[in-house]
């Protein structure tokens, strides 16, 4: 079965970027892709837990149906440390890791992506 890794660099609601990763991630595993999803820079915040957007698509709840459909999530440990956020702050099914954990997925997959 076909494998992407899809890399989120930019934070959820500074752009549309985090969004569409998202989407493309939704729809890959929905056509029966395995999707990799490591969160780095600011785009370790989509897996923040507590967001309530008023006037954009919940990042959050995006990352959890993504999830839920098989997705494997990871967050730079490095990022989420310069910012301030502990790994009890992330969304359950968060696997907080090193770049060693982008290298093996890249590594693994017929395609990387980054967002």
Same mark, same amino acid.
Request: proline letters at 5%.
């Given at each position: 079965m076909k494998k992407i890794t899809i890399?989120?660099?930019?934070?959820?609601?500074?752009?549309e970027r985090s969004y569409t990763a998202l989407r493309l991630a939704l729809t890959s595993l929905i056509e029966g892709i395995n999707v990799n999803l490591f969160l780095v820079e600011d785009g370790v915040l989509v897996?923040? !837990?507590?967001?309530?957007?008023?006037?954009?698509?919940?990042?959050?709840?995006?990352?959890?149906?993504?999830?839920? /459909? @098989?997705? !494997?999530?990871?967050?730079c440990g490095i990022c989420i440390k310069?910012?301030?956020?502990?790994?009890?702050?992330?969304? /359950? @099914?968060a696997e907080v890791t090193t770049m060693e954990g982008l290298t093996d997925w890249?590594?693994?997959?017929?395609?990387?992506?980054w967002i």
């Open positions: 890399v989120i660099s930019s934070g959820p609601y500074t752009h897996a923040h !837990k507590g967001q309530e957007p008023k006037e954009y698509a919940n990042a959050l709840e995006w990352l959890q149906r993504a999830i839920n /459909e @098989g997705a !494997k999530v990871r967050v310069g910012r301030g956020i502990k790994p009890e702050d992330l969304i /359950e @099914g890249i590594k693994e997959s017929d395609q990387t992506i």
